[in-house]
């Protein structure tokens, strides 16, 4: 498949454009000229970026995965429902984040008070975390959100549950951007399959 992708030289690009071309795709910096002829494109660029990103695709027309977070998603939903084009994004490619926020829902049963503290690279714009949120989204109890950004970071995340005499921690580490590939991929695989507008969260397409 013939992909645009924005974002070309970032961290997360720079680790999923060989993954990519390994998995057989042909890659087209969207930042270096236009579109014509992607089937598809993907956004790991700035949050101010993907409402502009995601028209330059709308026009060509090609369907978007976009693993930026913090931008408008409800003014990138309406775009595209009115294009008819599907757009995809999840707050974190990684399967076992999505494992770990499913854990943390199923712990608030049993322990309705916790918190979230969320940890990444210092050159990350948005605080808290898009995983944080929908972790914090999916638990139904409003945590506090904590988050740090240091140097050395890449994207980890723990819930804290605290009960009488007891405290239960569900943590995720991404040690690696790699952990994002076989996401993307599937996303990548799966897009024209869903129904036009942004559907949100890797959980859709397990």
């Not at 294009?83 to 995809?88: D, H, N, R, S, W």
């Not at 990444?120 to 638990?139: C, I, L, V």
């Not at 580490?173 to 990548?188: H, I, M, N």
């Amino acid at each position: 498949m013939r992909l645009a992708f924005f974002g070309v030289h970032g961290k997360v690009g720079t680790v999923l454009v060989p993954s990519l071309e390994s998995a057989g795709h042909e890659i087209v910096d969207a930042a270096g000229g236009g579109l014509e002829g992607c089937a598809a494109a993907v956004d790991f660029t700035r949050p101010d970026a993907v409402a502009e990103n995601v028209e330059r695709c709308l026009a060509v027309p090609a369907p978007v995965v976009i693993g930026t977070t913090g931008f408008d998603t409800n003014t990138v939903d309406a775009r595209a429902r009115e294009a008819g084009i599907a757009c995809f994004h999840a707050p974190n490619f990684s399967q076992g984040a999505v494992l770990m926020m499913r854990f943390a829902e199923a712990a608030t049963k049993a322990f309705p008070r916790a918190e979230i503290v969320e940890l990444h690279d210092e050159g990350k714009r948005d605080a808290p975390s898009g995983t944080a949120k929908a972790t914090a989204a999916r638990m139904g109890t409003d945590p506090a959100i904590h988050s740090i950004r240091l140097p050395g970071l890449v994207a980890h995340q723990e819930v804290i549950f605290g009960g009488p005499g007891e405290t239960l921690t569900i943590r995720h580490d991404t040690t690696s951007r790699e952990a994002f590939v076989p996401g993307v991929l599937l996303a990548l695989e799966r897009i024209r399959d869903l129904p036009p507008g942004l559907t949100v969260g890797l959980e859709a397409l397990l």
